[in-house]
């Protein structure tokens, strides 16, 4: 297992960058941290007296609560700023807003409209930037993601991951880089105008040359939901996507996840939706509330999956 003093003072801007051991030390960390939880230590001070500044330029409901609550059960303050608070809205620049946050605090984890602000963050930060959701990625979740996987399946070699949606959407990019290194296979339902960005597919294709995993596109659901172990979805319109809601809406129409759809996965197969679902539109709500549906287990874990992030890159 690596040591966690490697991960010490890390980005995680996309878990491409992080090797396999580093997201298994991640997950195993986690469900240390749960296993404590539940056994009723709710603080562990391994960060006392670090402070975290939260920079969110979207809306969230899940990530900014667990990350408030992951660094308060750490012994962190977290400082909730949205970008339209901090002089960042009135034309700041991101690096100066970097330096200036840099002196003030132990990490920042910020959510933005364009990856590239994020990764200006991490050049002039002097302390770790983690990635809270850009266009891009959304490394937080699929850490989440995968914990649930494994402890719903209790492996990951062999599993087949179906995703059904937006080929083009951040979390696809996620699921694809974190399943192409733990050798889980990841078959892929979309319109061929939605595809993933080159580079991203690449570096997951590369990787599953290592893990021995497969990731395929169709443009058929039924074609890559047959015999799935999990069907992953995600909302058809993404934030800042406003402009685009009509036409991705009637692209999407025919990869809804209904029960007739699940149906065709394996008998023991699980549901995945990072949330927030819009229902009757990517998925109907007899899978979301169904037996299927493992998507509350799959939010509770971003608490200890971002508790196990923050005390690992966190110095
Ligand atoms: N899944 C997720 O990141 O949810 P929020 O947008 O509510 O943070
Ligand atoms: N693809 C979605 C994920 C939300 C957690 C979005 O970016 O809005």
Redesign the pocket.
């Known amino acids: 297992m690596t040591s966690p003093h490697e991960l010490k003072g890390r980005d995680l801007l996309c878990l491409r960058d992080y090797s396999v051991e580093q997201i298994n030390f991640l997950l195993n960390l986690a469900t240390q941290l749960k296993q404590r939880f539940y056994a009723g230590e709710r603080v562990i001070d391994v960060l006392r007296g670090r402070s975290i500044a939260l920079i969110f330029e979207k809306p969230s409901t899940r990530t900014r609560v667990s990350m408030e609550v992951a660094a308060y059960q750490l012994g962190a303050l977290p400082i909730m700023l949205s970008a339209s608070e901090l002089q960042l809205g009135r034309g700041e620049s991101v690096p100066d807003t970097a330096r200036t946050l840099s002196r003030f605090v132990d990490g920042i984890a910020a959510r933005v409209r364009r990856h590239e602000d994020l990764e200006v963050l991490a050049k002039y930060a002097t302390v770790p930037v983690i990635n809270a959701?850009s266009d891009l990625s959304?490394p937080l979740?699929a850490l989440a993601d995968f914990m649930t996987i494994y402890e719903k399946k209790g492996r990951f070699k062999g599993l087949k991951l179906a995703f059904v949606g937006d080929g083009s959407?951040?979390?696809l990019h996620s699921l694809m880089v974190v399943a192409a290194k733990l050798g889980v296979d990841i078959y892929v339902a979309s319109p061929s105008s939605l595809m993933p960005r080159k580079d991203i597919l690449e570096a997951a294709l590369a990787d599953a040359q290592v893990s021995g995993s497969t990731i395929k596109f169709a443009e058929s659901p039924e074609e890559v939901v047959d015999g799935a172990d999990i069907v992953y979805t995600?909302?058809w319109v993404?934030?800042g996507q406003e402009d685009l809601a009509e036409q991705k809406r009637a692209l999407l129409r025919p990869y809804q996840v209904n029960a007739k759809l699940m149906e065709r996965a394996s008998s023991r197969a699980i549901f995945m939706h990072?949330l927030p679902a819009h229902r009757g539109e990517e998925v109907t709500d007899d899978v979301i509330d169904g037996p299927w549906s493992v998507v509350w287990d799959e939010a509770e874990n971003r608490l200890h999956t971002e508790k196990a992030v923050l005390a690992a890159l966190i110095p």
Request: charge should be negative; hydrophobic fraction near 35%.
């Open positions: 959701l959304h979740q959407d951040n979390m995600d909302v993404s934030m990072c």
